[in-house]
């Protein structure tokens, strides 16, 4: 069974940076499509970023497009954890948001329903 645990979290002002971190145990490696997703208070929980089998396989909403990065370790046959981060500059008040990672299938998706693992979330709070 995988679990995903976020955390990085935090306040901070607008045009400041955060790393979100979050470590998926349990097997990963039959199921390398993860992502990040946000959930701002009274919206929809939204698509971020989301990384596929290989570092060249990586989307980005429009959103957040030029301003995150995502990235991971390398999955193997023999990994315990896999942990993977989403670094986040030139942060806006509009990026606020539970942040939760999620793990689903093969194939890279930007579809909720893709996804059937999901971390606790973490809060990121960016004030003007």
């Known amino acids: 069974q995988v679990q995903l645990v976020e955390s990085g979290g935090g306040s901070v002002q607008t045009g400041d940076s955060l790393t979100l971190s979050c470590v998926a145990s349990?097997?990963?490696?039959?199921?390398?499509?993860m992502a990040w997703f946000r959930q701002a208070p009274g919206k929809e929980r939204e698509y971020v970023a989301g990384?596929?089998?290989?570092?060249?396989?990586?989307?980005?909403?429009?959103?957040v497009r030029g301003r995150f990065t995502i990235s991971r370790d390398t999955i193997s046959h023999d990994s315990v954890a896999t942990t993977m981060w989403l670094q986040m500059n030139s942060l806006k008040p509009e990026d606020t948001a539970i942040y939760y990672c999620?793990?689903?299938?093969?194939?890279?998706?930007?579809?909720?329903?893709?996804?059937?693992?999901w971390g606790q979330g973490t809060q990121v709070t960016v004030s003007s």
């Open positions: 999620a793990t689903g299938g093969v194939r890279l998706s930007d579809l909720r329903g893709d996804y059937d693992r």
């Open positions: 990384i596929g089998r290989s570092d060249e396989d990586r989307n980005y909403s429009e959103p």
């Open positions: 349990g097997g990963t490696f039959n199921r390398p499509a």
